[in-house]
């Protein structure tokens, strides 16, 4: 069951971002059906482990092609990585707290952080750099 569909307007036009950002909804998806299938909390907990090292070590990239390039748009962008980043701590330790996990919620909070990110920020950047 996926979470998440790739849209068009998710690209920000550079093949190899673009397929990354693939890989990461992919990731979100695989997540989204362990949990609907029944996966215990071992397996939930992996998963989004196995989610914020992959955003985590995209976003670094990023941060990084922004720091040497002294892109003016950097603080900006990066507190947006942040704010995600915040928001996927948040879901990590309710499920270590209780096991919840709100799949309807995390897709609609995902979906539309992707949809701004991605159609704004990324593709601010990638553009600009060519990256």
Same mark, same amino acid.
């Given at each position: 069951? +996926?979470?998440?569909?790739?849209? #068009?307007?998710? /690209?920000?036009?550079?093949? +190899?971002?673009?397929?990354?950002?693939?890989? !990461?909804?992919?990731?979100?998806?695989?997540?989204?059906?362990?949990?609907?299938? &029944?996966?215990?909390?071992? #397996?939930?907990?992996?998963? !989004?482990? #196995?989610?914020?090292?992959?955003? /985590?070590?995209?976003?670094?990239?990023? #941060? =990084?092609?922004? =720091?040497?390039?002294?892109?003016?748009? $950097? +603080?900006?962008?990066?507190?947006?990585?942040?704010?995600? !980043?915040?928001?996927?701590?948040?879901?990590?330790?309710?499920?270590?707290?209780? &096991?919840? $996990?709100?799949?309807?919620? !995390? &897709?609609?909070?995902?979906?539309?952080?992707?949809?701004?990110?991605?159609?704004?920020?990324?593709?601010?950047?990638? =553009?600009?750099? &060519?990256?």
């Amino acid at each position: 069951m +996926s979470l998440i569909v790739w849209k #068009e307007q998710f /690209s920000v036009g550079v093949p +190899s971002i673009d397929h990354e950002h693939q890989e !990461l909804i992919e990731s979100i998806n695989s997540l989204n059906s362990v949990a609907h299938d &029944g996966g215990n909390y071992e #397996e939930v907990s992996a998963a !989004l482990d #196995e989610i914020y090292t992959q955003i /985590s070590s995209h976003f670094a990239l990023e #941060e =990084r092609i922004m =720091r040497t390039a002294n892109y003016d748009a $950097y +603080s900006e962008h990066k507190e947006d990585h942040e704010d995600l !980043l915040d928001e996927l701590r948040d879901i990590m330790d309710r499920v270590d707290y209780d &096991g919840s $996990y709100d799949e309807q919620r !995390l &897709g609609q909070e995902l979906e539309a952080w992707f949809t701004t990110h991605f159609s704004t920020h990324d593709a601010r950047l990638h =553009r600009r750099f &060519g990256h």
